[in-house]
């Protein structure tokens, strides 16, 4: 399951979906190799587009891991958090002032390698990947109560 978002984002919206049941959850923050697997497969894309590339953000990956966490706990795939509606409230709370901001979210089996591959290989979440405006990417993932379903969200931002 897979879902994209460009900034504004709504609340709540057609593209949530139960995937896990809620619960404790394994939240950790992304390795390098993750945020290099990242920023790697967004770069490919980009080029290929004539587009500039990405550097990675910590604080990005700090919101997109969170965001993955919250999605995790309550076992939901969604871009509306918890407490937010979607990741430009998410970067702004942690002091990210955002000129632009997109999301790509996910939930099921995959890993790194195959979550940025769907990604890349899917309109909806390509067109955030090629906003030319983006400067910055974050990533993070989450394990869901199941101990299965691996939660993830990328964040695409440029800051103002």
Known sequence: MLAACAS???QGGPDDVQAAPPGRVDCQAPSAQVIAQGVAATNRARAQAGLSPVSANALLSRAAAAHACDMAQRGRMTHAGSRSSGPAQRIKA??????ITAENIAAGPYDAGQVLREWNSSGGHLANILIP????????????????TRFWAAVYAAPR
């Open 133 to 148: 405006q983006v400067r910055q990417f974050g990533i993070g993932h989450a394990t869901g109560a199941d101990g299965r």
């Open 94 to 99: 942690l002091g990210y002032a955002p000129r």
């Open 8 to 10: 504004p984002t709504p």
